[in-house]
């Protein structure tokens, strides 16, 4: 017994001499369960390179209070998620924070119990600085062409991370802006395929919300150029607006205007809770999509989509956004649910819904209950302009029966919405002349005119059709053309 206690006393000792004489392992050697927790753990910033971000809303007026209220949720998320205020661009006309119809002046909200997302937001851009050539120039880095505002731009070198959101109504191939012109798809892609020529980024993720975002993209994005984008809708249906009032839940009752918008929402209320270390753009890719669907019922809602480099969603949001590091213990894992929404509004019916809810609020004595009546039915009027003069043109051009089914074609998917850009633009300058201004109702109708280009008429013929279509541009200040064409 002795002898055998001894032998096994001998051999324990050898193990451990050979264990310190050992070189120690390789730290890259892991079990299969270590392995994603101390990457996500090495990654520093300088691991990513420098984290960049130009978050845009396109949109002005308080009945536009959503699209802004994005913008300043997504900065708050970029800040807590250790992005530096000179990596983070952000353009917004900043009218509504003080707006005298902001029942909490000098705040903000995104969400009908969240807090203040308007303080600390740079101004880096604001009123008439936002606009399409001070937004390509600040994607380029070049600080030469941008006129007014910060002077901040996108200096970004080849190791860097992009984050692009864009927040505003739109239309087939047009995103709005609170200026004219408006901005194009083809032009924004070519800005994207220049910024990746100069070799001034790794890699570039765009998230986009408008109606018809979708079309922006579809069949002009190219899959090699390092850009990932995401839509809240696909090229052929509106995007939507939530926390309006009337939904569950509701804005405070104070609040006339919607809060924010579906897929904007969707991603951001995501983005605050999770260790976004853990989380990739796929697995919020899929979840935005579920959210924004309603489990793929679509009894409101749009279809969320992807385009360009597709490979790039395996990647972790961390490399674009950052993460907060409160949400350490929050990982994401497959089978996370968010809220669902009761309701939503049409992007397109939001600013109806505010002009609405101040009417009846006030009452029938109240000195501006006549105001208010005015303003909506200025913009039913509009609408119903924009609406019948388009379809009047059609049936010019194409008959009665014909011009219907022409002006509402939709091209298969992965083909672009136009296949001359510049016929396009000419096609809505010689509306506009005759008809007054297509606002940001009227993008509505920017796959007619696609498809008055794509059947080969010339914007000559559509200008004296046109003129006799329109025998006068209406007064009210939708229609008007004072602050120029949109293209």
Known sequence: MMAARLRLALLLSVCLCAARARPSLDPTIRLPSERAAAAAADETDDAVGTRWAVLIAGSNGYYNYRHQADICHAYQIMKKGGLKDENII???????????ENPRPGVIINHPK????????PKDYTGREVNVNNFFAVLLGNKTAVTGGSGKVVNSGPNDHIFVFYSDHGGPGVLGMPTYPYLYGDDLVNVLKKKHAA?????????LEACESGSIFEGLLPNDINVYATTASNAEESSWGTY???????????????LGDLYSVAWM?????????TESLKQQYNLVKDRTSVHNTFTYGSHVMQYGSLNLNTQQLFSYIGTNPANDNNKFVEGNALPTFTRAVHQRDADLVYFWQKYRKLAESSPGKDDA??????VMAHRSHVDNSVELIGSLLFGSEEGARVLKAVRAAGEPLVDDWSCLKSMVRAFEAQCGSLAQYGMKHMRSFANICNAGILPETVSKVAAQACTSIPSNPWSSIHKGFSA
Do not use: Q, W
């Not at 009032?245 to 104070?254: F, L, T, V």
């Open 90 to 100: 952000v353009f917004m006309y900043d009218d509504i924070a003080h707006s005298p």
């Open 114 to 121: 969240g807090g203040d997302v308007y303080a600390g937001v």
């Open 199 to 207: 070799g001034t980024y790794k890699s570039l993720v765009f998230y």
């Open 244 to 258: 309006c009032p009337g939904e569950i839940p509701s804005p405070p009752p104070e609040y006339d205007t919607c």
């Open 269 to 277: 209320e995501d983005s605050d809770f999770h260790n976004l270390r």
């Open 373 to 378: 009546r005015k303003e909506l039915l200025e």
